[in-house]
Every structure is written in structure tokens, then in C-alpha cells.
């Protein structure tokens, strides 16, 4: 079983920055792809980004791109995302989830373990 817990959400204003630390334990499996996930209220949960093992791919919705890096430490089986730019639309609760293969993907379908979330709310 992987536990996952996010961290570093919080209240920004418009054109601020945030980084969101999402840390494994328990049957870490540090060679698993991770992705972020975001669900603002009344909305389904979308896709954010995405990387591979050991981190040569990602991936990213193109409402955040250029503007949200991924990143991993292996070493510290630890994802992040570094979100830079941030606007009033990028208010949501942002989730971690884990997949059972290196591969990266950007359907929630494909994720085996999800941490519990971290808000996000950006001010205008």
C-alpha cells in the first residue's frame, strides 16, 4: 500500500506563486509514474500534470502550461509542482496520485493510490 500526502497549498493573490509537495511512504514503489489532479467545486476532477520514472517525461494540461513545472526526487520518493503565474481558475483542491508503472498518463483512470488533497485558492 502507498500512502501519499500532499502539502504546500494555501491562499495566493493572482500572479503569485505556489509549490506543491506530494511525499510517498509505506510501499513507496519510487519507480511508479505520479500526477496531479485538481477538482474546483461544482467541477469534475481534471487533470494537471504528469511524469514518468525516473522523470524524463511529463506531461501537462494546456491551461497550465508554461506556467506549472513537475518535478520528482527519488531519492525522497517526493513529486512537486511548482505553480508560477497562478489565476483565480487555478482555485481547486489539488490531489497527488500514483500509478502502478514508470509509464505517465492523464486519465485519473490509470492511478492506483491517491493522497487526501491540499487547497489551492488564488484571489483575484
Known amino acids: 500500500q502507498v500512502q501519499l500526502a500532499e502539502s504546500g497549498g494555501g491562499l495566493v493573490q493572482a500572479g503569485g506563486s505556489l509549490r506543491l509537495s506530494c511525499a510517498a511512504s509505506?510501499?513507496?514503489?519510487?519507480?511508479?509514474?505520479r500526477g496531479w489532479f485538481r477538482q474546483a467545486p461544482g467541477k469534475e476532477r481534471e487533470f494537471v500534470a504528469a511524469i514518468s520514472w525516473p522523470g524524463a517525461t511529463t506531461y501537462y494540461a494546456d491551461s497550465v502550461k508554461g506556467r506549472f513545472t513537475i518535478s520528482r526526487d527519488n531519492a525522497n520518493n517526493t513529486v512537486y509542482l511548482q505553480m508560477n503565474s497562478l489565476k483565480s481558475e487555478d482555485t481547486a483542491v489539488y490531489y497527488c496520485?500514483?500509478?502502478?508503472?514508470?509509464?505517465?498518463?492523464?486519465?485519473?483512470?490509470?492511478?492506483?493510490?491517491w493522497g487526501r488533497g491540499t487547497q489551492v485558492t488564488v484571489s483575484s
Open positions: 509505506g510501499r513507496t514503489f519510487s519507480t511508479y509514474a
Open positions: 496520485g500514483s500509478r502502478g508503472t514508470g509509464v505517465a498518463a492523464t486519465s485519473e483512470t490509470g492511478y492506483d493510490y
